[in-house]
T-cell receptor, first 112, second 111 residues
Framework: NAGVTQTPKFQVLKTGQSMTLQCAQD?????MYWYRQDPGMGLRLIYY???????DKGEVPNGYNVSRLNKREFSLRLESAAPSQTSVYFC???????????FGPGTRLTVL | QKEVEQNSGPLSVPEGAIASLNCTYS??????FFWYRQYSGKSPELIMS????GDKEDGRFTAQLNKASQYVSLLIRDSQPSDSATYLC???????????FGTGTSLTVIP
């Protein structure tokens, strides 16, 4: 039982490049979330998926897209990376919507 | 005004003392409140949830909720050096199903 897994753990991009952050959970949870964490800003919700087949914007969705591929997987895509997207990205899941119970280990992304 | 406010600290307490962490929230319709612990370089870990006014105890941790005053607090009794971490408060906003975090309070327990 791995919980919530994220890949990659670290990534360096150049401005304008694209990439997809992968997240998977093996707890059969309905809800999944993507957060970014910046110093002094706390965790900010980018997108969430209350259940398979649905996605909704959070506080800071601009510059990102998501796909809830199936119940297990929820990916986050940066189409054209910007230095302002340098951050630590966390994926989370929960059985019920409206809370993030289990977090993945995070992806540390640097955009040059 | 931010949805969730926390004093960023740092808060320092001696080993064995009670650490008190506070959080205020702005939306009166909030129903669910959560505390997370985050060690440096690690991901957040859910440690407490509280839904009703009053106190909820779990081992050395007590969460307190006062909906009239819109604050939630976390008490850590008999603080240990291993409790040194950043503590994040989070609030569920039912409208829109949003879930907001505060910026966290850094706690250091001094041996």
């Amino acid at each position: 039982n791995a919980g919530v897994t994220q890949t990659p753990k670290f990534q360096v991009l150049k401005t304008g490049q694209s990439m997809t952050l992968q997240c998977a959970q093996d707890m059969n949870h309905n809800s999944m979330y993507w957060y970014r964490q910046d110093p002094g800003m706390g965790l900010r919700l980018i997108y969430y998926s209350a259940s398979e087949g649905t996605t909704d914007k959070g506080e800071v969705p601009n510059g990102y897209n998501v796909s809830r591929l199936n119940k297990r997987e929820f990916s986050l895509r940066l189409e054209s990376a910007a230095p302002s997207q340098t951050s630590v990205y966390f994926c989370a899941s929960s059985e019920r919507s409206g809370r993030a119970e289990f977090f993945g280990p995070g992806t540390r992304l640097t955009v040059l | 005004q931010k949805e969730v406010e926390q004093n960023s600290g740092p808060l320092s307490v001696p080993e064995g003392a009670i650490a008190s962490l506070n959080c205020t929230y702005s939306d009166r319709v909030s129903q669910s409140f959560f505390w997370y612990r985050q060690y440096s370089g690690k991901s957040p870990e859910l440690i407490m949830s509280i839904y009703s006014n009053g106190d909820k105890e779990d081992g050395r941790f007590t969460a307190q909720l006062n909906k009239a005053s819109q604050y939630v607090s976390l008490l850590i009794r008999d603080s240990q050096p291993s409790d040194s971490a950043t503590y994040l408060c989070a609030v569920n906003i039912p409208t829109g199903n949003q879930f907001y975090f505060g910026t966290g309070t850094s706690l250091t327990v001094i041996p």
